[in-house]
């Protein structure tokens, strides 16, 4: 599993089912990339409240359901 907590976000992505199709990518490519077949949160991303409507996106467009993404308070 890899994971991102950045700023109040959590984004996973469970690559026990992670496909590496890159929908995720196509949608957020300065958040995900893809490496070794699977998708990964980029370490260097800056997830931003801004961005929740795109990870929600990615997050639902995943054919998988592999990508996992919350919000919390810091």
């Known amino acids: 599993m890899a994971e991102l ?3 109040g976000h959590r ?6 089912l992670c496909s590496g199709s890159g929908r995720c990518r196509d949608i957020a490519p300065d958040i ?3 490496r070794d077949g ?3 949160p980029a370490q260097d991303a800056h997830v ?7 990870l929600r996106e990615a997050e639902a467009a995943c054919p998988w ?5 919350a919000r919390h308070d810091a």
Not at 65 to 69: D, E, H, M, W
């Open 38 to 40: 699977r998708s990964w």
């Open 48 to 54: 931003t409240d801004a961005d929740e409507d795109l």
């Open 11 to 16: 984004l996973t992505v469970d690559h026990d």
């Open 32 to 34: 995900f990339v893809v």
């Open 65 to 69: 359901f592999a990508i996992s993404y």
């Open 5 to 7: 907590r950045v700023g």
